[in-house]
C-alpha cells in the first residue's frame, strides 16, 4: 500500500522559512512524480501542485506563486521528498500535502495526483 505522510509545518513569521518533508512507502523510490499541494483556510485544495517533482525526465516545477522562494528536492535513499521554503508570506498559510502521479511519473496532470498524505499546517503571521 503506497503512504505518503508529511511532516514540517509549524508557525512562523513572515520571511521565516520551514523545511517541510514527505516520506513515502509502499513503492519503488526510482520512478515517480510527488507534488506539494495546499488548501488555504476556508478554500479548497487547490488542484494545481504549488511545486513537484519528477525522477522520469528530472523535472522540478514551481507555481509562480513560489517560484524563487520555495526549492523541491529528494532523497531517493531516505524515500523522502523535501520542500524548503523561504521567505513565506502570510498567504503561504495553509495545510500542504504530498501525493503521488502513479501512471507516467510526470509533473503534467495534477488530475491524476493520488495517495494524499494527511497533510501538515504551515501558518504564516504577519
Known amino acids: 500500500e503506497v503512504q505518503l505522510v508529511e511532516s514540517g509545518g509549524g508557525l512562523v513569521q513572515a520571511g521565516g522559512s520551514l523545511r517541510l518533508s514527505c516520506v513515502a512507502s509502499?513503492?519503488?523510490?526510482?520512478?515517480?512524480?510527488i507534488g506539494w499541494f495546499r488548501q488555504a483556510p476556508g478554500k479548497e485544495r487547490e488542484g494545481d501542485g504549488v511545486?513537484?517533482?519528477?525522477?522520469?525526465?528530472?523535472?522540478?516545477y514551481y507555481a509562480d506563486s513560489v517560484k524563487g522562494r520555495f526549492t523541491i528536492s529528494s532523497d531517493n535513499a531516505k524515500n523522502t521528498v523535501y520542500l524548503q521554503m523561504s521567505s513565506l508570506k502570510p498567504e503561504d498559510t495553509a495545510v500542504y500535502y504530498c501525493?503521488?502521479?502513479?501512471?507516467?511519473?510526470?509533473?503534467?496532470?495534477?488530475?491524476?495526483?493520488?495517495?494524499w498524505g494527511q497533510g501538515t499546517q504551515v501558518t504564516v503571521s504577519s
Open positions: 511545486s513537484c517533482i519528477s525522477s522520469s525526465d528530472v523535472v522540478t
Open positions: 509502499g513503492f519503488t523510490f526510482d520512478d515517480y512524480a
Open positions: 501525493a503521488t502521479e502513479p501512471l507516467l511519473a510526470l509533473c503534467r496532470d495534477w488530475d491524476v495526483f493520488t495517495n
